[in-house]
């Protein structure tokens, strides 16, 4: 078996990845639906949704951040933290069901010390 391996090329470049929001707010909207019938949100949870999101996505920017940073600084390279922490590392099954709760609880991210 050969060790070489060459990348993959795409065969249908036309095929369109889903941003991060996107699929956040599917998965998040699928979980509100359930199993069967169509999500029934209010424009308030819709709100807090966004909201959500937007705290996520901040925290999850300066984690990244900081992992860089701390990589920088290692003298040691190899105790150096790998896993990138980015949207494609979060298991949105377990964060959609979390949000749903916060959301049908009334919880806001946006507001101090409320989350």
């Not at 949100?41 to 925290?59: C, E, H, K, N, P």
């Not at 984690?63 to 990589?71: F, G």
């Amino acid at each position: 078996m050969s060790e070489n391996v060459r990348p993959v090329e795409q065969k249908n470049p036309a095929v369109k990845t889903v941003c991060a929001s996107e699929r956040f707010t599917a998965r998040v909207m699928k979980e509100f639906g359930g199993t069967v019938g169509a999500p029934q949100v209010t424009d308030y949870q819709r709100q807090l949704i966004q909201g959500y999101f937007i705290a996520i996505d901040r925290a999850l920017k300066m984690a990244e951040d900081e992992r860089q940073r701390k990589n920088k600084s290692n003298s040691d390279h190899k105790y150096d933290n790998d896993l990138q922490v980015t949207w494609d590392n979060v298991n949105l099954n377990d964060l959609a069901l979390d949000i749903v709760h916060y959301a049908r609880m009334g919880l806001d991210m946006m507001q101090e010390n409320h989350l």
